[in-house]
């Protein structure tokens, strides 16, 4: 782990990891089974190594970027109390934009750098290695928790796109205003100046 900090461009302040019990067994009947807690294999070769090795960083990224998230939905939601006990939404255009950005960040990664979605190569290519790569996977629960961060960012995105709405409106009041005090100044100087000329006269 040590090694692998150099090439980290924001290494975690509390590493994450995640363990799995492997037992190696070459009398069983299948490449492999689940026991309880423990995967069985026929074999422990290089294959099945980068596959277990695949889901368990698939499982780790997972808990982090929800970690993100949570964080990010707790954001939000404190917008949502202080606008509840304000009646004001005081949070600036270009700090939301900032927030979307983030997000969309999150689940871009989440999706095409760390292929949270994808099986591993060796489990597309041969299909003994896809169904340890698919019961581990199952076991980890990567799909339901990838669809339970999927529906906070949905959430926190409809939140954003619902204050964007909000500043949009802020906006367009406060052009109303400025054109209601430019005809009001329009109409006192049109009446000044038809009183002086009035009084000239």
Not at 57 to 73: F, N
Not at 149 to 175: G, P, V
Request: with cysteine; net charge negative; proline share 1%.
């Amino acid at each position: 782990m040590f090694l692998c900090q150099r090439y980290t461009s924001e290494p975690l302040r509390e590493p994450n990891k995640e363990d799995h019990t492997v037992v190696v067994r070459p009398t069983i009947q299948n490449w492999y089974r689940q026991e309880a807690d423990r995967l069985v294999l026929k074999v422990l070769d290089a294959d099945n190594m980068r596959v277990i090795s695949t889901v368990l960083g698939q499982s780790v990224a997972l808990d982090q970027y929800s970690r993100q998230v949570d964080r990010a939905l707790e954001e939000f939601n404190s917008i949502n109390r202080e606008m509840e006990r304000t009646g004001s939404f005081t949070v600036g255009r270009g700090d939301l934009f900032r927030r979307v950005a983030r997000n969309n960040i999150m689940i871009t990664e989440a999706i095409i750098v760390l292929g949270l979605l994808d099986r591993s190569d060796t489990a597309w290519t041969n299909d003994k290695y896809y169904g340890v790569w698919s019961m581990m996977a199952s076991d980890y629960e990567l799909a339901n928790r990838f669809q339970a961060m999927d529906k906070k960012l949905t959430f926190i995105q409809d939140s954003a796109k619902y204050f964007l709405e909000i500043l949009q409106d802020n906006k367009s009041n406060l052009l109303e205003w400025f054109i209601i005090i430019l005809i009001m100044a329009e109409i006192v100087v049109s009446v000044y100046d038809l009183s002086t000329r009035s009084a000239g006269g």
